[in-house]
C-alpha cells in the first residue's frame, strides 16, 4: 500500500534532516529579511576571513519576529537582521534583542542610525528621495517632500503603494517633525495630486514617470539605480528634496540588525556585527544593492556617488518605528492606499 | 494507517472502528494552528480595531466579496465548459488541450499577475503601443476589480476544470443515454443530468479556487487590491497587532465555514453516485465545421492567455536571468522542491483518502463539521496559518529542550523545528482541502449498495477499502496528488517558515527576487517551478485518457 511505503520515505527523510544538524564549532546563526543574494556574499567573506560559521535564514520581518518569540529562550538566532528601523524598532519593543555596549560599533555608526537603547544598528542607509522626469519638470518646481502636496503637483505626482514599509517610516518621520495634524493634511494633498491609483513597486512607480503619466514619484535610490543601468535612456533624474535653510534633510532609513536576547554566540554575534559596520565590510554590504554606507568613513560607490551629495535627516530612525502605527493610520484616513 | 492493514477485523481498536477519534485527529492539524490564531482574541486591541472599522473593513468587505464571486463565476464558466470539451466533445486538438489547459496551475499566480501588469499598465507594452502608434489614450486599467478578477480567473480555472472533468468522465456512457431516452437533447441533457450529477466535483473544484482567492496575498498586493488578506497581513506586519489581525482572520475563517456547511446542507438529501457499471465511456460528441472552429478557438484563447503568453513572457526572462543566476545550487533548489511536493502530495492525499473514509463511514452532521474544520486551513492566509503552525511547534520543542536540560543537564538544540516532518504536516494543515475534496466527490460517485455487497460477502476493514474502493479511486487520489504536488512548489510562507537552515527550493528562490522587486530574475525560478509542475499532470493526464 502507498501509505506505508510513504511511511517510509517520511522517516528516512526526518533522520536525515536531523543528522544534518550537527553542531559547528565557532557559528553565529542570523535570522535575515535582507534578502540571500545581498547577505551571503558578505558571510561567505566572514567566514573566509575569520573562519566562523554564518549560518542563515531569509523570511519577511513579521515571521521572523514571530518566530523569535515564539522560540523564546531556546531560539538558536544570534543576530536579527532586518530592512528597516520600524521592526527593529518593533523588535526591541517586544523585548527580543538585548543592548550590545560596543565601542567600535558606537564609532562607526552615526548616533542617529542606531537605537539609543544600543540594541540595534544601522548597517546601510536607504535615502528615499524624489525622481522627476526631465521633459516635464521646470527648475525650481522640486523643493520638498511637503511640497509634492501643493497645486503645483496637481495631477503630476505619481506614488507607490502605503502598504510599504517604506511609505510608513517616510510619512512616520514626518509626524516626527510636523505632528499629526499637518502632516495628515500633507499626505491628503499627496493623494489628491496622485496621476493613478499607487503603485505595487518603485519601479513601475519611476517607469510611469519616465512614460509620461506623471512627472515625479517618491522611491529609494537603489531602484533607481538599478533601472536605470538597464534603462540608461530614461528620462529620468533624481532630486534631494529638503535641503535648504532649516529643512531637515532627505528622508532616510536603514538595514540593520540586533543581537537576540537569548544569544547562544552572543559574543561571535557582536563580533560579526562590528565587522560588517568596519570599513572593508561596509563597502560591499552597501554596493551590493546600490545603498549607502553607515559608516561615515567609507567611500560611496561610484554609481552612488554620482547621484551627489545630499544632506541626510538626522533626526534618530527609532521615531520610524515609533510613530509607524500612527502613520499607517494616518495613511488610512488620509485615503492613500 | 499502516496499522489498518493489520486490522484483525471488526471490534478491534483500529482506524475504522474508530472513524471520529481518526477525524478528529487529522482535523487536529488543522485545528491548533488555527486555535492559536484565534487565541489572540483574547486580548483585543480597541484602538485599533475602532480604526480598522472605520477607515478600512467597509472597502475591503465589498472588495472580497467581488473578487469572490467575479472569480467564482469566471472559473465556474472556464473550468466546466472546458472540461465538457475535452471530456464528452471531440474536436481538433482535443488531446492537446485536454493536459495543456491545466497548466497554468504550474505557475505561480503572483508571478503571472506582474507579467499581465508588465503589458497592460500604463507603461505596457500594449497602452505603450496604442498609445504612440494609435495615438488611443483610453485603454482600461488592468490596476482594477476587473483585472485582479480575470488574472485570476485564468490563474485558478484548472481546479474547476480539474474535478468537473473528473466528474463528467466518471459519468460514463449509460447516463447521457438514459437522459436520451427519456426524450432530452443533448443540451438538455447536459444542463439537466450532466451538470447537476457533476455538482459534487464542481463544488469541489470551486471551493478550492475559492478559498485560494480569499487567502491570496501576493497577487492582490501586485494590483494593490485591499481584500480581507492585506488587511489582515498590514494589521498584523504594519500596525503590529496580533489581535487584530486574528479577529479579521476569525472572520473569515468564520465566513468560509459558513459557505461550506450551507453548501453541504443543501445537497444533502441527495445522493451522487453512480451506477457500478457506467458503460465505459461514452462516446464523444463530434464537433465539425464552424462549431470544431469555435472550440478550438476557445480553448486556444484561454490555453494561450492562462499560460502560454505569461510563460513566454517567463522564459525571456529566465534566459536574461540565467546569465547571472542559473548556477549548480539549482540542482539543490529542483532536488528539495520535488522532494517536499512529491512527499507531500502522498501524505495530503493518504491522510485526506483517511478523512474522506472516515466519513463514509460515520456519516454525521458532527462528522460533517469535523471535515470541514481540517479543511479550513486553504481559507487562512499562508503566513498566518504559518505561525499558527510554528508556535506550537516552537512550544514543544522549547519543553523538549527544557525537560533535557533539568533531567541531564545537557544543552540540545531544536528537536522538530527545521525537520522534514514538520514541514510536511504544516503542508497537510494547509493543503488538505485540496485532496480532500477530490477524493470525497470522487468517494461520493461510488454507490453505497457497493459496501453493502462486499460486507455482506464477508469484504469489510481493510480489505474493503483495498479490493473495493481503492481501485475505484485511483483516479480521484491521482487528481489530489497532482494538485497538492503542484500547490507545494509554489507554496511559499510555511516553506520559508520551516525549512532547515540554508535548506532552499525553487518557491523560496522566487521569494529572494520578489522581496526586493526583481521580477525578472524570478522568473528563472518560476520557469523551474512551472517545469518541475509538468511531471505529476502529465502523469495525470497519461493515467486519466487512458481510461477514455
Known amino acids: 500500500m502507498k501509505c506505508s511505503n510513504s511511511m517510509k520515505f517520511l522517516l528516512s527523510g526526518a533522520l536525515l534532516v536531523v543528522m544534518g544538524q550537527a553542531a559547528q564549532a565557532a557559528e553565529v546563526v542570523v535570522y535575515s529579511a535582507r534578502n540571500e543574494q545581498l547577505i551571503k556574499p558578505l558571510f ?4 573566509k576571513e575569520t573562519g566562523v560559521q554564518v549560518k542563515f535564514i531569509t523570511d519577511k520581518e513579521g515571521p521572523l519576529m ?15 537582521l532586518t530592512v528597516d528601523a520600524g521592526n527593529l524598532w518593533q523588535a526591541a519593543q517586544e523585548d527580543l534583542l538585548k543592548p550590545v555596549d560596543s565601542q567600535a ?28 522626469n526631465r521633459n516635464k519638470v521646470k527648475a525650481g518646481e ?13 495631477g503630476r505626482l505619481c506614488l507607490r503603494t502605503s502598504k510599504k514599509v517604506y511609505n510608513q517610516s517616510l510619512v512616520a518621520m514626518m509626524i516626527a517633525e510636523h505632528g499629526e495634524e499637518k502632516t495628515e493634511q500633507i499626505v491628503r494633498g ?11 513597486d518603485d519601479t513601475k512607480a ?3 514617470v519616465a512614460a509620461g503619466l506623471c512627472d515625479a514619484t517618491v522611491v529609494n535610490t537603489y531602484y533607481y539605480g538599478r533601472l536605470m543601468e538597464k534603462k540608461p535612456n530614461l528620462p529620468l533624474a533624481i532630486y534631494w528634496p529638503n535641503q535648504k535653510g532649516k529643512e531637515t534633510g532627505v528622508h532616510v532609513n536603514i538595514s540593520g540588525a540586533g543581537v537576540t536576547k537569548f544569544a547562544k554566540n552572543e559574543r561571535e554575534a557582536i563580533k560579526l556585527l562590528e565587522w560588517l559596520s568596519s570599513s572593508k565590510a561596509q563597502n560591499l554590504f552597501a554596493d551590493v544593492n546600490m545603498e549607502y554606507p553607515a559608516n561615515r568613513s567609507v567611500m560611496w560607490d561610484a554609481t552612488v556617488a554620482a547621484w551627489g551629495n545630499f544632506r541626510q535627516n538626522q533626526i534618530n530612525v527609532s521615531e520610524a518605528g515609533k510613530l509607524q502605527t500612527r502613520a499607517v493610520m494616518l495613511m488610512d484616513r488620509a485615503g492613500y492606499k | 494507517m499502516t496499522a489498518s492493514e493489520r486490522a484483525p477485523g471488526p471490534g478491534a481498536f483500529s482506524f475504522f472502528s474508530t472513524p471520529r477519534l481518526t477525524a478528529w485527529g487529522i482535523a487536529a492539524l488543522t485545528l491548533i494552528p488555527v486555535l492559536v490564531v484565534a487565541s489572540a482574541l483574547v486580548d483585543p486591541d480597541q484602538e485599533i480595531w475602532a480604526h480598522l472599522w472605520q477607515y478600512t473593513l467597509p472597502e475591503l468587505l465589498v472588495n472580497s466579496v467581488w473578487l469572490a464571486l467575479g472569480v467564482g ?12 470539451l475535452t471530456a464528452a466533445c471531440d474536436f481538433p486538438g482535443r488531446r492537446f488541450f485536454t493536459w495543456a489547459l491545466l497548466l497554468p496551475l504550474a505557475l505561480p499566480a503572483y508571478v503571472t499577475a506582474f507579467v499581465w501588469l508588465g503589458w497592460l499598465d500604463f507603461t505596457g507594452v500594449l497602452p505603450t503601443w496604442l498609445r504612440e502608434t494609435w495615438g488611443i489614450t483610453q485603454v482600461p486599467p488592468i490596476r482594477s476589480r476587473g483585472g485582479v478578477i480575470v488574472v485570476m480567473t485564468l490563474a485558478l480555472y484548472p481546479y474547476v476544470y480539474l474535478t468537473a472533468r473528473a466528474a463528467f468522465q466518471g459519468q460514463g456512457r449509460r447516463l447521457m443515454e438514459a437522459a436520451q431516452s427519456l426524450g432530452m437533447g443533448r443540451v438538455r441533457g447536459f444542463f439537466r443530468v450532466a451538470l447537476p450529477m457533476a455538482r459534487p466535483g464542481i463544488v469541489a473544484g470551486l471551493s478550492l479556487a475559492l478559498m485560494e482567492t480569499l487567502a491570496d496575498f501576493g497577487t492582490v498586493s501586485v494590483f494593490n487590491y485591499n481584500t480581507f488578506t492585506t488587511a489582515i497581513y498590514k494589521a498584523w506586519f504594519s500596525l503590529f497587532s496580533l489581535s487584530a489581525a486574528s479577529q479579521l482572520a476569525s ?20 445522493g451522487y453516485a453512480q451506477s457500478s457499471r457506467a458503460g465505459g465511456a461514452s462516446a464523444r460528441i463530434l464537433l465539425d465545421g464552424w462549431r470544431a472552429g469555435l472550440a478550438f478557438s476557445f480553448a486556444g484563447g484561454v490555453f494561450l492567455l492562462a499560460f502560454l503568453a505569461p510563460f513566454t513572457q517567463l522564459l525571456v526572462w529566465a534566459w536574461q536571468a540565467a546569465a547571472i543566476d542559473l548556477d549548480p545550487r539549482y540542482f539543490e533548489f529542483i532536488g528539495h522542491s520535488l522532494l517536499l511536493s512529491g512527499l507531500g502530495a502522498l501524505l495530503v492525499a493518504a491522510l485526506s483518502l483517511a478523512l474522506a473514509y472516515a466519513q463514509r463511514l460515520a456519516p454525521s452532521p458532527g462528522m460533517l463539521f469535523t471535515t470541514r474544520l481540517a479543511t479550513i486551513g486553504y481559507a487562512l492566509p499562508g503566513a498566518v496559518l504559518a505561525v499558527g503552525f510554528f508556535i506550537p511547534v516552537a512550544w514543544l520543542d522549547n519543553l523538549i529542550i527544557d525537560q533535557t536540560r533539568a533531567w541531564s543537564g545537557h544543552e540540545i538544540g531544536q528537536v522538530l523545528g527545521g525537520t522534514l516532518v514538520v514541514m510536511l504536516l504544516a503542508y497537510c494543515a494547509r493543503f488538505l482541502a485540496v485532496g480532500f475534496g477530490t477524493i470525497e466527490a470522487g468517494l461520493g460517485r461510488i454507490t453505497r449498495s457497493l459496501d453493502e455487497a462486499a460486507l455482506v460477502l464477508g469484504v469489510g476493514g481493510a480489505r474493503r477499502l483495498r479490493q473495493v474502493h481503492l481501485p475505484m479511486l485511483r483516479g480521484p487520489l491521482l487528481v489530489a496528488m497532482a494538485l497538492t504536488f503542484v500547490d507545494i512548489m509554489k507554496e511559499l510562507p510555511i516553506t520559508l517558515m520551516t525549512r532547515p537552515f540554508g535548506w532552499d527550493t525553487l518557491a523560496t528562490r522566487v521569494f529572494e527576487m520578489t522581496s526586493e522587486g526583481e521580477w525578472e530574475r524570478a522568473a528563472l525560478p518560476a520557469v523551474a517551478i512551472a517545469i518541475a509542475g509538468l511531471l505529476p499532470i502529465f502523469l495525470l493526464i497519461r493515467h486519466s485518457d487512458a481510461r477514455t
Open chain 1, 66 to 80: 514571530a518566530r523569535l518569540k515564539a522560540e523564546g529562550r531556546n531560539t538558536p538566532a544570534d543576530i536579527l
Open chain 1, 44 to 47: 561567505d567573506a566572514y567566514t
Open chain 1, 206 to 208: 519611476m517607469e510611469a
Open chain 2, 251 to 270: 472572520i473569515l475563517i468564520f465566513f468560509v465555514l459558513v459557505l461550506a456547511l450551507l453548501e453541504q446542507a443543501s445537497r444533502q438529501q441527495r
Open chain 2, 73 to 84: 463565476l469566471g472559473v465556474s464558466f472556464l473550468g466546466i465548459s472546458l472540461a465538457w
Open chain 1, 142 to 154: 522640486l523643493t520638498t517632500y511637503e511640497d509634492l502636496a501643493g497645486p503645483t503637483w496637481k
Open chain 1, 190 to 200: 499627496w493623494v489628491a495630486n496622485l496621476a493613478t491609483d499607487p503603485f505595487p
Open chain 1, 105 to 132: 560599533l558606537k564609532t562607526n555608526i552615526p548616533a542617529y542610525l542606531r537605537d539609543p537603547g544600543n540594541q540595534w544598528f544601522g548597517l546601510s542607509v536607504r535615502a528615499r528621495t524624489v525622481i522627476y
